[in-house]
């Protein structure tokens, strides 16, 4: 089916309270063809403005996959899809699953001429940190992955905790311990991809100038990129991060 701002997860779609002490084993998996955006997360498809996730753990594996018919974005996570906006927060949780997002993008043409194709942000906790993620950590031996079959999917954030943190958002002492790995062939010249074993990038692709920050945080897992995209961004900690972006006290073991 057309799938447009969908929110899927297994406990809560859109969610704005506080989520305390819950748990999810059963497996996530959606597929279908985008025309806007999908927010998928093994407890909560997005955590909206005040909204909290606390002392909570998922055990399935997480998986969306997508064709892009005109445009899309996919925010996939192992605990919420995104954090939308400040005042969001993922504390003392952890994801245990693998988690795994693939599809392909059909070579439309907008009015301009131009390929539109897809956004994917991909991460083991969640795919967008707009407020904050504190003490939460993905388990070893699993996987983050990111494989796509077409050549138009545009931009990927891909990371072992979140695939991109935005405008005052932070990561705080936690911790990746999954494989992370992005496979996807020829891409065209604007396609680009930002892999990192902590998060993909801090502030995302253009020089924002809200200050993004990671502290205290550590990756134990592999990260690597079989692509033969123009730009592909790999770091053991963060692919990218803009120039406001602060990283303290962050270490790559792998």
């Not at 955006?37 to 753990?57: E, M, T, W, Y």
């Not at 077409?150 to 954030?157: N, P």
């Not at 062939?185 to 924002?208: D, I, M």
Request: net charge negative; hydrophobic share 35%.
């Amino acid at each position: 089916p057309y799938l447009e701002d969908q929110y899927y997860g297994a406990l809560v779609g859109y969610h704005t309270g506080l989520l305390s002490n819950c748990h999810n084993s059963a497996s996530v998996a959606v597929s279908g063809e985008w025309v806007t955006a999908a927010n998928v997360g093994g407890l909560v498809g997005r955590v909206a403005a005040n909204g909290k996730i606390d002392q909570c753990s998922m055990s399935g594996d997480v998986t969306a996959d997508a064709t892009f018919v005109v445009s899309g974005t996919i925010y996939l996570g192992g605990i919420t899809g995104c954090i939308a906006a400040a005042g969001g927060q993922i504390s003392y949780s952890h994801f245990s699953g693998s988690l795994a997002s693939s599809g392909r993008s059909l070579e439309t043409v907008n009015e301009n001429n131009a390929v539109t194709a897809g956004i994917n942000y991909v991460g083991g906790i969640t795919g967008l940190v707009g407020g904050t993620v504190e003490n939460c950590y993905t388990a070893a031996s699993q996987s983050v992955s990111a494989e796509y079959e077409a050549a138009y999917v545009q931009h990927v954030f891909l990371g072992g905790v979140a695939g991109n943190v935005k405008d005052a958002g932070n990561i705080a002492d936690s911790e990746n311990n999954a494989s992370v790995s992005f496979s996807s062939p020829r891409a065209t010249s604007s396609t680009t991809a930002y892999v990192g074993g902590v998060a993909g990038a801090l502030g995302g692709a253009a020089n924002n100038t809200t200050a993004v920050s990671m502290k205290g945080c550590e990756n134990n897992g592999s990260v690597q990129s079989n692509s033969d995209y123009h730009n592909v961004y790999l770091g053991g900690v963060v692919a990218h991060a803009v120039k406001v972006a602060i990283v303290d006290a962050c270490h790559n073991r792998a």
